[in-house]
């Protein structure tokens, strides 16, 4: 089920940041969580590949992946060896993907519930933060899949993990059906990776609505929804900690949207 829980103050924002449970056995406190952040209530989880070849996306989609490798296989010829790299490649780089982006961090998450849409409008609705459960998620894959993560004593697949299972989409959508997804941890390949914390689940063909899986398969997932009423609060609070586009995008990009919204006038 999808637990939503309404957000209108900085001491219930708190809460989510300080949510680390004891863990005995490293004697430490560790989440299991991972956030999606969304600038408006009314956005759905949906991925670039669904929003953009919409009802063809099953069909579309090899040929997306065949001629991005074709074309950027000069500047990373790893692609050719790993699909599952030519999405992840891919999808930071703006193509469509059936790839959803997550972060361990919250404060990365609730960086993009409040960014990324027009400054004017920024307190003219509710944003939204997603909390899942990767152990939870996790319990839901197919026994192989279970069994390499413990082989490998790992909490999420690398590429590599999961090009031993599977080198292709068809049987990896055999394998999930509509009960279950992989998380992927992609590869460090420059610092907006490392900076976002990023991770991204992998949707199966058969899962065409990504928040009717998490409500009928999960129950650890949260939905908050932060009050329009502290957005700029919120804000302007991870300013100062220094989360923003400066870090999130290293580069004069990055710097110059940072520098926009700093000096935005009301």
């Not at 999606?36 to 919409?54: D, I």
């Not at 469509?96 to 409040?114: C, E, I, K």
């Not at 459960?133 to 993560?149: A, F, M, Q, V």
């Not at 063909?205 to 929804?225: G, P």
């Amino acid at each position: 089920m999808i637990n939503i829980v309404r957000i209108e103050t900085l001491e219930e924002i708190q809460k989510i940041l300080m949510d680390q449970k004891y863990d005995n056995n490293i004697q430490r406190f560790r989440s299991s969580k991972m956030y999606r952040g969304m600038p408006n209530a009314h956005y759905s989880l949906n991925t670039s590949l669904q929003r953009n070849c919409r009802n063809k996306k099953n069909g579309i989609e090899y040929c997306i992946l065949r001629n991005f490798t074709k074309y950027a296989a000069t500047d990373d010829p790893q692609l050719k060896e790993s699909i599952w790299r030519q999405m992840i490649i891919g999808q930071h780089h703006g193509l469509p993907t059936r790839l959803l982006d997550w972060t361990y961090s919250p404060l990365v998450g609730l960086h993009f519930a409040t960014s990324d849409e027009d400054l004017s409008q920024m307190d003219k609705n509710d944003c939204i933060l997603w909390e899942i459960d990767i152990i939870e998620i996790n319990n839901l894959l197919p026994d192989e899949y279970r069994d390499t993560l413990k082989k490998e004593n790992a909490f999420l697949f690398t590429t590599d993990m999961l090009q031993s299972l599977t080198t292709n989409l068809s049987k990896y959508d055999a394998d999930m059906g509509e009960k279950s997804m992989v998380i992927i941890e992609p590869p460090s390949i420059d610092q907006r990776i490392i900076n976002q914390y990023s991770y991204f689940s992998i949707v199966p063909d058969k899962v065409s609505d990504i928040e009717n899986f998490l409500q009928n398969r999960t129950k650890n997932t949260v939905k908050y929804i932060i009050d329009k009423n502290i957005k700029w609060r919120v804000r302007d609070m991870l300013d100062q900690m220094n989360i923003n586009e400066r870090i999130m995008y290293p580069g004069l990009d990055g710097l110059s949207t940072w520098l926009k919204r700093h000096y935005f006038v009301k």
